[in-house]
């Protein structure tokens, strides 16, 4: 078995994600790494809006966010796999996956033109009218429970296909429990997972009914600015329809999830200030034009809480890019599958003093020890974009495709080197 892409667990090399939740009578605020920050917080899974709530609920793996908050994920549980040095054999069994189609994205109806008039930019009310009749609640087993996680989604096509988080759906795909989505106006169709990426926390279902759903229109989000206006449409706290306004806060801030490096997911994400709360998990973000530029996935916390002592917003939600959605989306419908960048090194991520990414090792015959890469080596740049540390590292690689060959700059004792890699690939 190769040997995955993750941080070494070494005693050297400290884990990515915030210490866990303190004990009960703990101070609920910590000091860490010199900043305020807190014990990480998971999110719950929501309940179905329609039934009587159940007590009890189960508490999930969270995201975090590696300086100054821990983050924690909308909805649902995240698990993930480890990458690791070679592609993974893709079968040719689109035929045999419901919800497939041989061409990806080139054979399905897509919108990529703004929905919005030159005069109805800018306007939420607009935004809501054309993005609502577009956003699917999303009712899935838990943990064997019927309906017992609760979350968003949107229509990418006319044939019925639906975006949401892979953490959404994950227990019911796991367990072939039922997954049912509902439109705008109350009507419930019955849905199926046709692939999930656990690494970009992406899921694609296929409802064969919902043909008649009107796809949300794809936008860009490598076209944002900091300050601009954005939308989040979904069910937060299973209120159906709800929309939440607000700005772009920061662009490609690097997310990470999970509790141990093999359910680990590195998002490149779009920060906002937009309400995002339990339940809006795999709904849209939307642009003033009307046009989705990310999936919204996960919140930062304080580990405080105001639903019954659970985490909400606070004004720092993440969303992934749309670019990054697309290109998963097109690897499920053709295959069932998708695919990630890899390198074949471990890299430290504990290490957080903004001086570079750590070579913790360096996995035999793989695209970094073919590129020269050695245990020690401390990477600095990706593509003359600076590296801060491990977790920005995996990030940045994961914004690349499989196949590409990308200019790595890094520190060898006093020396400064460059070399190329070109990435290999893992499924996932």
């Known amino acids: 078995m190769n040997e995955p892409d993750q941080p070494s667990n070494s005693d050297e090399t400290s884990p990515s994600w915030l210490p866990p939740s303190p004990p009960p009578g703990a101070p609920e605020h910590a000091s860490w790494g010199g900043f305020p920050s807190s014990s990480t917080q998971p999110l719950p899974v929501l309940p179905p809006a329609r039934p009587p709530s159940h007590s009890g609920r189960a508490r999930v793996s969270g995201w975090v966010w590696p300086v100054f908050a821990s983050v924690a994920l909308v909805v649902g549980l995240l698990g993930g796999v480890a990458g690791s040095i070679a592609y993974d054999e893709l079968r040719d069994d689109a035929s045999d996956t419901p919800g497939t189609v041989s061409g990806g994205l080139a054979d399905v109806e897509t919108v990529s033109l703004p929905p919005l008039s030159a005069d109805e930019e800018g306007s939420v009310a607009a935004v809501a009218e054309k993005l609502l009749p577009s956003t699917v609640q999303i009712s899935a087993q838990y943990d064997g429970e019927d309906g017992g996680a609760t979350g968003s989604g949107f229509v990418l096509d006319r044939q019925g296909h639906i975006v949401t988080n892979n953490h959404v759906v994950e227990s019911a795909a796991e367990d072939d429990g039922p997954i049912e989505i509902v439109d705008q ?244």
């Open 185 to 428: 106006d109350g009507n419930r169709y019955d849905a199926t997972v046709v692939g999930r990426s656990p690494v970009y926390d992406l899921a694609i279902l296929y409802a064969e009914d919902a043909t008649g759903l009107e796809p949300a229109a794809l936008g860009r989000s490598q076209g944002l600015r900091v300050g601009e206006g954005v939308v989040a449409i979904g069910s937060p706290l299973g209120l159906s329809s709800t929309v939440t306004a607000g700005i772009v806060s920061s662009l490609n801030r690097p997310v990470t999830t999970g509790e141990s490096a093999d359910d680990s997911s590195y998002i490149n994400a779009v920060q906002t200030d937009a309400a995002i709360n339990p339940g809006n998990s795999g709904g849209p973000l939307v642009n003033l034009r009307g046009q989705v530029v990310g999936v919204n996935s996960a919140i930062a916390t304080t580990g405080g809480g105001t639903f019954s002592g659970e985490a909400g917003n606070i004004g720092v939600g993440f969303a992934i890019p749309v670019e990054q959605v697309i290109i998963t989306a097109d690897q499920i419908l053709k295959t069932g599958k998708s695919s990630y960048p890899v390198i074949g090194a471990k890299v430290q991520t504990g290490v957080r003093d903004g001086t570079g990414a750590e070579i913790d090792e360096v996995l035999d015959d793989s695209p970094a020890e073919d590129a020269g890469l050695e245990k020690g080596d401390v990477v600095i740049a990706v593509e003359g974009e600076r590296i801060t540390d491990g977790i920005a590292l995996i990030v940045s690689i994961r914004t690349h495709q499989p196949g590409e060959t990308i200019e790595f700059t890094y520190r060898r004792g006093d020396a400064e080197r460059t070399t190329e890699i070109t990435l290999d690939a893992e499924t996932g």
